[in-house]
């Protein structure tokens, strides 16, 4: 099977390197091969992988501010040969392909993307979020993180301010020395970020307000001093959130904090989401997620209260009403989140998402373009 775009084992971190990834696939794989030397009438191949916990199952950890699930029971959903119904078999053979190319990418000490697997065959992938929640479902059965399996996701994130990134220290990313931005680059254990002559880290939901606030040179002639712009272009990619948990661990805690961290999204149930991915993790990688989170994150806006008392604005071009999917996906939210609950972490986000569904009402960022 041919690979592309595949990179050394020099630059996978020691971290990726697990011995339960081994044993899992070579127990896997020899299980199945065991299994189809057997009669058809006795054998019946198949693979089980770790069902991950819905929210309704987690609960915000008081010590890392981590998303984490509360259940130490664990369910399991097993694909076989032939299966049940065609979907069983086709999700039978798409695991069982994905895990080859994994195990290819081991032994020949390679990275590769999800993008790659992906086009190893699209027309039976079908999509691109079919490679991404096998991948990430192998990962969460195995206890792992994605680089433990050799895959790394193409990064997205873009970043602009005043910092040095240092490796084994020689520095690697000058961004004070450059007007425009960069994407995100990916953290290693040993990296150290200089960010002495910033004061704020402004994470920003969306690429074009951030591209305009870069143009405008913001991060170098705000009030508040210099800092560093950051957008993970919507929902953030796991390069992004590393980056920035690090940025936040070496600043210091508490009142002895370096940098203050704001985030900007629109004021609408995906704005909220996203901001909670920042700061708590996600349901995809509840294992991971404590190396993930960003505690320290305050929510600026957009706020309806932002706007002319959470009504539409004269011209009504930003002021919007929610959507059918806007009104299910804040209902879901109150209902199943630790986070967005009554009595939860986030009460004034809360809050916010109920005054959208009363209001009927959603506002979005480039609601500020006048003022920026």
């Not at 948990?245 to 009142?255: A, I, N, P, R, V």
Request: aromatic share 8%; hydrophobic share 35%; glycine share 6%.
């Amino acid at each position: 099977m041919a690979l592309r775009n595949i990179r050394p084992q020099a630059e996978v971190p020691d971290q990726a390197q697990d011995a339960s990834v081994r044993a899992y696939i070579d127990d896997t794989l020899t299980g199945l091969l065991r299994e189809l030397t057997l009669p058809p009438s006795e054998g019946q191949p198949s693979i089980t992988l770790r069902s991950r916990p819905d929210a309704s199952s987690c609960i915000v950890n008081p010590v890392n501010g981590a998303l984490e699930t509360v259940h130490s029971s664990t369910s399991y959903r097993t694909y076989t040969w032939p299966g049940n119904t065609a979907y069983e078999s086709w999700k039978f053979t798409v695991v069982i392909r994905v895990l080859s190319v994994i195990d290819q990418c081991l032994r020949e000490s390679r990275l590769i993307s999800k993008r790659d697997i992906y086009y190893i065959d699209p027309a039976y992938f079908q999509t691109q979020t079919t490679i991404n929640n096998v991948v990430d479902d192998i990962a969460y059965t195995i206890g792992v993180n994605r680089l433990a399996l050799n895959v790394e996701a193409a990064g997205k994130g873009l970043i602009a301010g005043s910092f040095l990134l240092l490796r084994d220290s020689v520095v690697v990313l000058n961004a004070q020395s450059v007007s425009e931005d960069n994407l995100v680059p990916r953290i290693q254990d040993n990296d150290k970020i200089d960010v002495s002559n910033a004061r704020w880290v402004l994470v920003i939901e969306k690429e074009a307000v951030f591209h305009r606030l870069v143009r405008n040179n913001y991060h170098n002639k705000a009030l508040a001093g210099q800092g560093i712009l950051i957008t993970g272009k919507g929902y953030p990619d796991i390069c992004t959130r590393q980056f920035l948990h690090k940025l936040s661990k070496d600043t210091g805690s508490g009142d002895h904090r370096r940098l203050r961290f704001y985030a900007l999204t629109d004021g609408d149930p995906h704005g909220l989401a996203i901001i909670s991915t920042y700061k708590y993790g996600s349901l995809a990688y509840l294992h991971e997620n404590a190396g993930l989170t960003l505690p320290c994150l305050q929510w600026l806006g957009l706020k309806l209260a932002d706007t002319a008392n959470g009504t539409q604005d004269s011209s009504g071009s930003h002021s919007l009403t929610l959507t059918i999917r806007d009104r299910k996906k804040i209902i879901s939210m109150l209902r199943r989140s630790p986070i967005w609950a009554s009595d939860g972490a986030e009460p004034e986000w809360c809050a916010e998402l109920q005054r959208m569904l009363m209001l009927n009402v959603k506002v979005e960022i480039e609601k500020l373009y006048d003022e920026l």
